[in-house]
């Protein structure tokens, strides 16, 4: 059975950090792509960042420069670092994968920043 499992959410002020975690399992993780996605209240889901099983990785344009996505494979984790953090970018933020056409995502966790 594939899980993932978000956490490190919360509330902060604009301006200040926190760091995601997505742990994993049932799945061989060192081979896939790992990505974060966020959905905002009235909007779409929408792709923050990705990291390939090789390390490259990519980022939204609202987020390039400010927040960093890692992987640990040994411990089965992805990671976001998000510094810099503003109010727009409140929102609850997923972590998935997929296994040929199937995806997987986690339950979500809530960030939220206050002006």
């Known amino acids: 059975q594939v899980r993932l499992v978000e956490s490190g959410g919360g509330l902060v002020h604009a301006g200040e950090s926190l760091r995601l975690s997505c742990r994993t399992s049932?799945?061989?993780?060192?081979?896939?792509?790992m990505a974060w996605y966020r959905q905002a209240p009235g909007s779409q889901r929408e792709l923050v960042a990705r990291?390939?099983?090789?390390?490259?990785?990519e980022y939204a344009d609202s987020v390039k420069g400010r927040f960093a996505i890692s992987r640990l494979n040994a411990w089965n984790t992805v990671h976001l670092q998000m510094n810099s953090l503003k109010p727009e970018d409140t929102a609850v933020y997923y972590c998935?994968?997929?296994?040929?056409?199937?995806?997987?995502w986690g339950q979500g966790t809530q960030v939220t920043v206050s002006s």
């Open positions: 998935t994968t997929n296994r040929g056409p199937q995806d997987f």
């Open positions: 049932g799945i061989n993780f060192g081979i896939h792509t």
């Open positions: 990291i390939s099983s090789s390390g490259s990785t």
